[in-house]
């Protein structure tokens, strides 16, 4: 594959998979949202979702990584780093984009939501959402966009987000790549989705599960520059440990997989 594929295919793969993502914890959060309260299963399975959709949709064109955890595991894997800032530039670009969507396709809804009184005096801690608790500089609605910590514990939330990330990209190498071994192919990538409802149900709770630098990191950006009312702030003291984090566990799960399986 060109690197023009690999861009161009991550852009869009990353970008739906935020859309969807980050679109069902919208659905879920936003005042106005039809499916306001409907939950963490929601959530987790409309992630899960998310990466089946992308992963199907772009597995031919860039082999679907969509991730840079993903990215370095696979580089490690096969001791290739030719195309990993590419990889890196469509994933970023992709996650950005998706994130705007998101942002356009709930616009009355964040409008609502954040025009609230009840919301600009005290915001209620949703399911989803980022605890205002653990993350006092986080504004109200970030949780849309990214992750934050329950309880904030550096090392904690750190060990977290690369213990997540060590099983998604162990289950990537050992189950999801494609005949090429170079991205994920047709049976991984629904393997790759029930991997990922199954993170979000048995290590989300902590930390949210990012386990995808750019899954966190872009989103974080259009959440600082989009001009939402009262949004507060993007918590750029966490920032940091949705991409240390997952980036370690790609490099761990590659030097496993190379030390058993290969």
Do not use: C
């Amino acid at each position: 594959m060109s690197s023009s594929d690999i861009f161009i295919g991550e852009i869009i793969g990353t970008a739906v998979l935020i859309l969807l993502g980050g679109g069902v914890v919208a659905a879920v959060v936003l005042k106005r949202s039809k499916a306001q309260n409907a939950g963490w299963l929601a959530i987790t399975f409309g992630w899960g979702f998310a990466v089946m959709t992308a992963v199907y949709m772009t597995g031919t064109l860039s082999g679907a990584h969509l991730n840079p955890a993903v990215t370095v595991g696979i580089a490690i894997k096969d001791s290739d780093w030719s195309n990993v800032p590419v990889y890196f530039a469509g994933q970023m670009l992709g996650a950005m984009l998706g994130a705007f969507l998101v942002w356009i396709t709930y616009y009355g809804q964040f409008d609502a939501h954040l025009k609230d009184p009840e919301i600009i005096a005290s915001p209620p801690h949703e399911e989803g959402m980022v605890s205002e608790e653990a993350a006092p500089k986080a504004g109200p609605v970030l949780g849309v966009f990214s992750t934050g910590p329950e309880v904030r514990v550096v090392w904690q939330n750190l060990v977290t987000e690369i213990i997540g990330t060590v099983v998604l990209v162990l289950a990537v190498l050992t189950q999801g790549l494609n005949n090429e071994g170079n991205g994920l192919g047709v049976l991984g990538a629904l393997i790759t989705a029930f991997v990922v409802v199954g993170i979000g149900l048995s290590l989300g709770g902590p930390t949210g599960y990012a386990i995808n630098p750019a899954r966190d990191l872009g989103p974080r950006i259009v959440h600082a520059l989009l001009p939402l009312p009262n949004k507060g702030g993007s918590d750029w003291g966490y920032a940091w440990i949705p991409v240390v984090g997952p980036l370690i566990g790609g490099a761990i799960a590659a030097g496993i997989y190379n030390i058993a399986f290969a």
